[in-house]
Every structure is written in C-alpha cells, then in structure tokens.
C-alpha cells in the first residue's frame, strides 16, 4: 500500500432515535418521526445522519450510500438493516450493545443537547426542515469538538505509587462542545 493511500476507518456504528414533529402521535407505539445516525468511534463523530418519518431499509440504504466507506458496520438487532447493502462487513449484534454503545451515547448526547429530543419534554419541531437544520448545526459543532479533542489527548503519567483504577487514559482538552456552537 502506498503511503498516500487513506485508510478506511476500521468500524461505523448506525442506530435510530425516535421522537415527534408537531405532536405525539396517536399510534400505538406513538413515534412519528426517526432521526438515524452514523457514527465514527474515533475521532467521535456524526458520519452521517437522516431526519424521516419512517425508518425503512431505503432511508437506511441511503444513509449508508452518503457515507464514507469503512471496513465494518456494526448495528443493533432492528430488522431494517438485513435489507441495507454495505460496503463493508455488517456486524449486527441483537443480544447487548457491546458494539454500538458509541453511537447510543451519542443519541444520548443528542437527547441532552438538543432541547426538542429530550425526554419529557414539551418541546416539538413544528416541521422535519426544522428538525434537519438543528440536527445540522449540532453535528457540525460536535464534529469539531471530536476533532479539538483528539488532538489535545495526551497520555498520562502515572507514578509508581498511584493506584492504576484511579487514572484517566487521557486528558481532556479545555472548554467543552458548548464552546463549537
């Protein structure tokens, strides 16, 4: 391989969110609408996410075929992604989240940022362009932040008298994602 040659990142993480545009639905399991994120473990980034009111193989098809390539894809056990064609190895994992605990704390982080998603919340997106355009300027800022902090990581070292549990692997860089927006 040459030395100009990019390698593929090594896995993605995909998984889906639900929430609701207007209103709660009035359906049994009462979503509307699914935001489906892609996600880069390291540096921690957004990939690649869609705004639907469905999340069918297509909208997942199209979410993968918009992304860079990698050489796994790994994925919970909804149904949906054994219609999806991926580039790489698809590594759907249905028993724990061992594999995709990355891009379910991102969603975590979403939920907790973004005051539209979170849980208990009064607050809904009057339209999908809304929600797509807030989607948007969040991913872009914590896009940079994954970026800001990967660079500021330094190892850290330890004394021989210090108990190893009690350490951090890196250090953290000054200000917080906030500071990207």
Known sequence: MLKSEKLLPETFELDEIYWFIKQKAKTETKENCYVMTMIRPE??????FDVQMDKS??????LVDNAPWAENYATDGYNGYLDVIFPGRHVRNIHNKRDTHNVESI????????????????CFYRSLETFQAVLEVFTDAYNKFGEVKLKHRV??????????????????????FIDYL
Not at 43 to 48: A, D, L, M, T, W
Not at 57 to 62: P, V
Not at 115 to 120: D, S, T, V
């Open 43 to 48: 540096p921690r980034q957004i990939v690649s």
């Open 57 to 62: 193989s297509f909208r997942l098809q199209g």
């Open 107 to 122: 969603n975590a982080d979403l939920r907790h940022y973004i005051p539209g998603l979170a849980r208990r919340s009064r």
């Open 155 to 176: 190892p850290v070292v330890r004394r021989s008298s210090e108990p190893a549990r009690h350490l951090h692997k890196f250090r953290d860089p000054p200000g917080s």
